[in-house]
């Protein structure tokens, strides 16, 4: 069995990306959701443009993945062509690139680490900690931990996390944060104006919702599910938080095709350089990745990541409060 930096280097030869299948699925992905947003616009009746929305927000899911892997520079690198549309596309999701990039990349070289920055991840206190908290710190840890709060991704984790509190922390590095909110609230006002706010809701604040509340899921349930091991800043190991502190998100074939295989998470952080298309393959011929920590879409699992708050040193667990 391989372990260790053995198992990360048994990923290399998966990294290899084939340049016509990322622009295939990118190209195809996109001409998808412009059809669907195209659709709650033309279509004749409101129940058909009603499921165009649905449908776009979703879809937006599997472009933003897909987005990922092209800042993770695993994809269509030194393409000029994809630089522009990506570009445009962190403007369209409120995730810019620069603030994307810098918070992803320090995400996955502290996952799971007890003692570090909650940059590009939601904050873990360990129990102890969060006994010692006022009151208003207590309210807060738990406001950004909270359902509601992720249901509202959106405002939360995208328009304020991303733009706003960037913006606000340092403006120099993230003129790019308010140009994703000038471009963003621009274009729902020209929307507003021209199409009436009927089409807007469904043309933009569904497609907007749905996608902001599954990323704002994702980036939780990836790293707070029953089972998850969080390490102290010695103790923590590369390897270890891909196979101990990274979910494999069981899914059915079609919600693995909107989540673009970001639910094999495990693989994903134990090499950020595979191309999504491959992940399934790489856990498929390495045994030691097939035994991952599981977790899922269905309400019960979702319900057992929610219960868990912070971490206790005692039971080496996540727990409730």
Same mark, same amino acid.
């Given at each position: 069995?391989?372990?260790?930096?053995?198992?990360?280097?048994?990923?290399?030869?998966?990294?290899?990306?084939?340049?016509?299948?990322?622009?295939?699925?990118?190209?195809?992905? &996109?001409? /998808? @959701?412009?059809?669907?947003? %195209?659709?709650?616009?033309?279509?004749?009746?409101?129940?058909?443009? =009603?499921?165009?929305?649905?449908?776009?927000?979703?879809?937006?899911?599997?472009?933003?993945?897909?987005?990922?892997?092209?800042?993770?520079?695993?994809?269509?690198?030194?393409?000029t062509a994809a630089d522009i549309l990506f570009t445009l596309?962190?403007?369209?999701?409120?995730?810019?690139?620069?603030?994307?990039?810098?918070?992803?990349?320090?995400?996955?070289?502290?996952?799971?680490?007890?003692?570090?920055?909650?940059?590009?991840?939601?904050?873990?206190?360990?129990?102890?900690?969060?006994?010692?908290?006022?009151?208003?710190?207590?309210?807060?840890?738990?406001?950004?931990?909270?359902? &509601?709060? /992720? @249901?509202?991704?959106?405002? %939360?984790?995208?328009?304020?996390?991303?733009?706003?509190?960037?913006? =606000?922390?340092?403006?120099?590095?993230?003129?790019?944060?308010?140009?994703?909110?000038?471009?963003?609230?621009?274009?729902?006002?020209?929307?507003?104006?021209?199409?009436?706010?009927?089409?807007?809701?469904?043309?933009?604040?569904?497609?907007?919702?749905?996608?902001?509340?599954?990323?704002?899921?994702?980036?939780?349930?990836?790293?707070?599910?029953?089972?998850?091991?969080?390490?102290?800043?010695?103790?923590?190991?590369?390897?270890?938080?891909?196979?101990?502190?990274?979910?494999?998100?069981?899914?059915?074939?079609?919600?693995?095709?909107?989540?673009?295989?970001?639910?094999?998470?495990?693989?994903?952080?134990?090499?950020?350089?595979?191309?999504?298309?491959?992940?399934?393959?790489?856990?498929?011929? =390495?045994?030691?990745?097939?035994?991952?920590?599981?977790?899922?879409?269905?309400?019960?699992?979702?319900?057992?990541?929610?219960?868990?708050?912070?971490?206790?040193?005692?039971?080496?667990?996540?727990?409730?409060v």
């Open positions: 069995m391989l372990q260790g930096k053995q198992l990360i280097l048994a990923t290399k030869p998966f990294m290899k990306e084939d340049r016509f299948k990322s622009w295939y699925h990118t190209l195809t992905t &996109l001409f /998808i @959701l412009i059809a669907f947003l %195209f659709g709650t616009v033309y279509n004749f009746h409101w129940i058909l443009k =009603l499921a165009c929305s649905i449908m776009a927000g979703l879809v937006i899911v599997r472009l933003f993945v897909i987005y990922h892997d092209h800042q993770h520079k695993t994809i269509l690198q030194k393409s596309f962190g403007f369209y999701v409120l995730a810019p690139t620069g603030i994307w990039s810098r918070s992803h990349d320090y995400h996955h070289k502290n996952n799971s680490k007890l003692y570090s920055a909650a940059i590009g991840s939601y904050p873990i206190y360990t129990k102890q900690k969060y006994e010692k908290c006022s009151t208003w710190e207590k309210m807060h840890y738990l406001f950004i931990r909270h359902p &509601l709060t /992720i @249901l509202f991704g959106y405002f %939360f984790a995208f328009m304020w996390g991303m733009c706003f509190k960037s913006i =606000l922390n340092r403006f120099s590095k993230h003129i790019d944060s308010l140009v994703a909110l000038i471009v963003h609230f621009a274009y729902q006002f020209t929307v507003i104006y021209f199409l009436g706010w009927q089409t807007w809701i469904l043309l933009c604040v569904i497609p907007h919702f749905i996608s902001g509340a599954m990323g704002a899921y994702l980036f939780y349930a990836q790293h707070n599910f029953p089972g998850v091991t969080f390490k102290g800043n010695e103790e923590w190991t590369y390897e270890g938080a891909a196979l101990e502190s990274s979910s494999y998100m069981d899914l059915n074939p079609f919600m693995h095709w909107v989540t673009a295989n970001i639910g094999y998470h495990h693989v994903h952080h134990m090499n950020a350089r595979i191309p999504f298309y491959r992940l399934p393959e790489v856990m498929k011929a =390495l045994p030691e990745l097939q035994n991952a920590k599981k977790t899922s879409l269905k309400p019960k699992d979702i319900i057992a990541c929610f219960k868990l708050k912070v971490w206790d040193f005692e039971k080496q667990q996540m727990v409730g």
